[in-house]
């Protein structure tokens, strides 16, 4: 299927556990994107990425990992689990540096 | 002084009525500006872009950019109760650095029947 899609869609897991989040495009974007939304902080900015092997850091990167071998993969890591990242994340791709984004459908994770 | 910035809401309108979502940003280096919806439990979606000073119409949305004043805002008219969402008001990084866009925390629009 054409798009944007994010795995799992919900994710419950142990404090210090490592997880990891899936994003794939099929539009062979350039930018890819890891936000996570929480209530009071909007969207923030975990970290990006302008091509394959390229990326770097956002607003709020600690604690996170990523990788991006291929153009259209783009998976999040959290390394060792903390209840403070328990949110929403979503991830989103960009054809252009100028355009707007296009988001997955996102994944709620808990942390317990 | 957030980066971009928009009234938290709610914003309730009876149905029929214009919606007026307003967002101000801070860096004079922004040159794309663009609204997203959001309802509750899903993802942004985007709506409208603007790159010029001035209007620009789609439907039932406006966007309306003011460079000098540092202002976009997005007129709903006609509002439906299926307008009821959250709305977000994204800038692109000053001199576009790689792509990001600043997000504002979003208006909480209701439209009541």
């Known amino acids: 299927d054409a798009g944007i899609t994010q795995s799992p869609r919900y994710k419950i897991t142990e404090t210090g556990r490592q997880v990891t989040l899936m994003c794939h495009q099929t539009?062979?974007?350039?930018?890819m994107f890891w936000y996570r939304q929480d209530l009071g902080h909007g969207l923030r900015l975990i970290y990006y990425?302008?091509?394959?092997?390229?990326?770097d850091k956002g607003e709020v990167p600690d604690g996170y990992v990523v990788s991006r071998s291929k153009t259209e993969n783009f998976p999040l890591t959290l390394e060792s689990a903390t209840r403070s990242q328990t949110s929403v994340y979503f991830c989103?791709?960009?054809?252009?540096?100028?355009?707007?984004?296009?988001f997955g459908s996102g994944t709620r994770l808990t942390v317990v | 002084q957030k980066e971009v910035e928009q009234n938290s809401g709610p914003l309730s309108v009876p149905e029929g009525a214009i919606a007026s979502l307003n967002c101000t940003y801070s860096?004079?280096?922004?040159?794309?500006f663009f609204w997203y919806r959001q309802y509750s439990g899903k993802s942004p979606e985007l709506i409208m872009s603007?790159?010029?000073?001035g209007d620009k119409e789609d439907g039932r949305f406006t966007a309306q950019l003011n460079k000098a004043s540092q202002y976009v805002s997005l007129l709903i008219r006609d509002s439906q109760p299926s307008d009821s969402a959250t709305y977000l008001c994204?800038?692109?990084?000053?001199?576009?650095?790689?792509?990001?866009?600043?997000f504002g925390q979003g208006t909480e629009l209701s439209v009541k029947p």
């Open positions: 990425s302008a091509a394959a092997d390229i990326t």
């Open positions: 860096d004079r280096g922004s040159q794309s």
């Open positions: 539009w062979s974007h350039s930018y």
């Open positions: 603007i790159y010029s000073n």
């Open positions: 989103a791709s960009s054809g252009a540096g100028a355009g707007g984004y296009t």
């Open positions: 994204a800038v692109n990084h000053p001199y576009n650095q790689g792509g990001k866009l600043i």
